[in-house]
């Protein structure tokens, strides 16, 4: 592996081009866009014949529609934490992952809202909420934090990616015609003065310390859909903090998987190094850390007390007929990557991506449990009801929708790293540069 | 799920049910309370819309025929004892009711009959500088003539929104050998209306004797309570023109300064617009 630092900018510039797709990037996006419309087809099953398509009855009314939502919600905050967190820190080294970590939180969101919507029955009342909106409801405020987190993201990465389309401008004849439309729309005004670069760098630093508190403020507005509802399992002081590790965990899960995909298909051993993976995986042990502090503080003290109403629910958790789920989710999800990333062997760029695979499916199916076993176990007994209000398992609609939900994110990712550098360009030279001066 | 549709093509064993009852409420007009019901291996059901004919004192008699009623959608039917029967009423001391459904899909064919002795329960209350009592009275006619019943439970109560509270620390207070029962009233700090209104209940509850008596009366034992509305007030659960002020002043607070910041951004990204474009010329 060569030193960055001793490469010509026009290589790296060469490198780091958006590149066609290769056979198995062709497969891969077919693959994605088939989901997807599987999940199209489910969805207009659903507004063709209502929420009956789902398993969702009176009881488990948030199925894995909502699941999906947190998941989105929680993988989006990466962007705060590798961006702005590490940018804030001075840590250089997470250069080549901030638009990874950026593109990630933005297709996240922008699915973490479209799941919100497909959960509704009657999606074309949606307007509704702007005509008259409640500012007392929780929903309400998830409606907007989302939204403005939404823009900060896309400002986020649009920002730091105006001197990389000077650099794709400039390169007409290496891009297609619609390559070329699209960057002459987006950048064609970048000339990269020194004063356009003082106001860029200014907004980025702006954005960097805007986007932590929305980046918080979002992930706990989407706990406390929860946490302000008297419910065993949802009634804790603690959700708001459970919920931000969770998403910081997954966040970093994902981030290490991107990582090892984009690096191994768009051969940039070069620029994401073992470094990296090494750097990665130690902030992902710290968070599964954390997580998993936060997770015993959520079950192991209710369960000390074992209140009635709880009792059900986590005897159904520990032992009961989610105790597979449940320890799968703690297991794989946080101890198993832990274990593997706290070895030096563990972070290298295989082994990391295995565990960054590990903690996102853990993390997909832990909002699973935080969301439907609660619903299944209200403080009033379930009576005179039918028998498939009592249990949840969801219709292949909601897979569908929720798999087609999932493709579409790695659709905008993956369209992403075709058509822009995924990793920065200019800030690479720069750096390059600036270990040529030391 | 072969057997299990050959099992549905069997009718299941149902057995109907008439429940019967005799109130009086105040002492007034006597009235039957009639539910049918179907019990099976489903446990009982409510039988709705039932056609039931009722009979005074002779069964089945075309003449001793009082009237024909039937049931709602809640399986009850409340039956008055017609004014033309005043006369036939007066002119015993104890009265048999007999109710009759004819067989039909919903209900099978079925019989009731109830025996009442006729009562009146009064009520009253004694006050002393201390204490305030609630007694209730009750007694049958007899031959004319009204003569106390002892040894039956009454329940003493103040009547609220969802049913009786205690007058007392007892559930029931017995009739002694004049027919009274006497409870103490305990209930001192009881909100009452705007007067300080409360209505005590005497109720005997589906004697086998008398059936089911109760009687009222306004008392201005409670307190006074004057509702007032929280409709109008700020609050988390009123309509969203009617949001706390400190929580309009902290959403709307943390919206603007973040979208303030936001819509800056976006004007440095039309200056640095700008800025290129000035270049370009």
Redesign the interface.
């Known amino acids: 592996m060569n030193n960055v630092s001793s490469f010509s900018s026009e290589k790296i510039t060469a490198d780091l081009y958006p590149k066609k797709f290769g056979t198995s990037g062709r497969i891969w996006t077919i693959g994605l866009i088939i989901i997807c419309i599987i999940g199209a087809y489910a969805y207009y099953r659903q507004l063709r014949y209502g929420l009956v398509v789902t398993e969702m009855r009176d009881y488990v009314s948030w199925g894995i529609y909502i699941s999906n939502f947190v998941f989105f919600v929680a993988i989006s905050l990466v962007g705060s934490l590798i961006t702005a967190v590490l940018r804030l820190a001075n840590v250089r080294w997470s250069t080549p992952l901030t638009r990874i970590a950026e593109i990630i939180a933005v297709s996240a969101i922008v699915f973490a809202s479209l799941i919100i919507i497909v959960d509704m029955g009657r999606p074309e009342r949606f307007y509704n909420l702007a005509l ?5 409801s929780p929903i309400m ?1 998830d409606v ?1 934090v989302i939204s ?1 987190y939404f ?2 993201s896309m ?1 986020l990465l ?2 730091p990616l ?1 001197p990389d389309l000077q650099i794709l401008n400039s390169n007409k004849n290496k891009n297609s015609g619609f390559q070329n439309r699209i960057y002459k729309f987006l950048g ?4 990269g ?1 020194v ?2 670069f003082k ?2 760098n ?2 980025i630093l ?2 960097c310390i ?1 986007i932590i508190p ?1 980046a918080f ?1 979002i992930h706990t507005v989407t706990s406390w859909l929860f946490a302000t509802t008297y419910r065993p399992g949802w009634d804790s002081t603690n959700f708001g903090a459970y919920f931000i590790s969770g998403a910081f965990l997954v966040g970093g899960g994902a981030v290490l998987v991107a990582m090892y995909m984009f690096r191994r298909h768009y051969q940039l051993e070069n620029y994401i190094t073992d470094k990296h993976f090494d750097r990665m995986g130690k902030i992902v042990v710290l968070l599964a850390l954390l997580y998993l502090y936060f997770n015993i503080n959520e079950y192991l003290v209710p369960a000390f007390k074992m209140k009635k109403p709880e009792e059900e629910h986590l005897r159904g958790l520990f032992s009961g007929k989610f105790a597979l789920l449940f320890w799968f989710c703690i297991l794989v999800g946080m101890i198993f990557p832990m274990t593997i990333l706290l070895f030096k062997k563990g972070r290298r760029p295989y082994l990391a991506f295995i565990a960054g695979v590990m903690v996102v499916v853990g993390a997909w199916f832990k909002r699973y449990l935080i969301v439907t076993p609660t619903l299944l176990h209200p403080f009033l007994p379930m009576q005179d009801v039918p028998e498939s209000y009592k249990h949840y398992f969801p219709s292949w609609e909601e897979w569908a929708i929720a798999m087609g939900s999932l493709a579409g994110a790695l659709l905008i990712i993956t369209l992403f790293a075709r058509y822009f550098p995924i990793i920065p360009i200019h800030e690479t030279v720069l750096e390059k540069n600036e270990h040529k001066d030391i | 799920m072969v057997m299990a549709q050959g099992d549905s093509t069997k009718k299941p064993a149902r057995e109907s049910i008439i429940y019967l009852q005799y109130h009086l409420e105040n002492n007034r007009l006597p009235y039957l309370k009639i539910q049918t019901k179907n019990k099976s291996d489903n446990g009982i059901v409510t039988a709705t819309n039932i056609p039931v004919t009722v009979y005074l004192d002779t069964d089945l008699s075309k003449e001793a025929m009082v009237g024909q009623i039937a049931t709602d959608n809640t399986g009850t039917a409340i039956f008055g004892i017609p004014p033309s029967l005043a006369s036939q009423w007066k002119g015993k001391s104890a009265h048999t009711f007999y109710a009759h459904t004819d067989a039909s899909p919903a209900f099978d064919a079925a019989s009731k009959e109830v025996s009442v002795a006729m009562a009146r329960l009064k009520l009253d209350t004694v006050r002393t500088d201390e204490t305030k009592s609630v007694v209730a009275t009750l007694e049958k006619n007899d031959g004319g003539s009204w003569v106390p019943i002892p040894e039956v439970d009454v329940k003493l109560a103040v009547r609220r929104y969802g049913g009786n509270v205690n007058i007392g620390d007892d559930d029931t207070y017995a009739t002694d050998s004049t027919g009274k029962a006497t409870g103490e009233f305990l209930l001192s700090s009881l909100p009452g209306n705007k007067q300080g209104t409360l209505e005590l209940v005497a109720l005997v509850d589906d004697n086998d004797e008398v059936g089911t008596l109760e009687s009222s009366m306004m008392v201005p034992w409670g307190t006074i309570y004057e509702y007032k509305s929280d409709f109008g007030k700020r609050s988390l659960w009123s309509t969203p023109r009617r949001a706390p002020l400190w929580l309009i002043v902290m959403a709307y607070g943390c919206i603007i300064s973040v979208w303030s910041v936001i819509i800056y951004l976006i004007t440095r990204i039309i200056k640095i617009k700008k800025l290129g474009k000035a270049v370009r010329t």
């Not at chain 1, 064609?188 to 000339?191: E, G, V």
């Open positions: 008259h909106p409640r500012i007392q405020w907007v403005t823009v900060i400002l649009y920002l105006l064609s005004f970048w000339k003065t004063e356009q106001i860029a200014r907004s702006i954005l805007s929305v403020t």
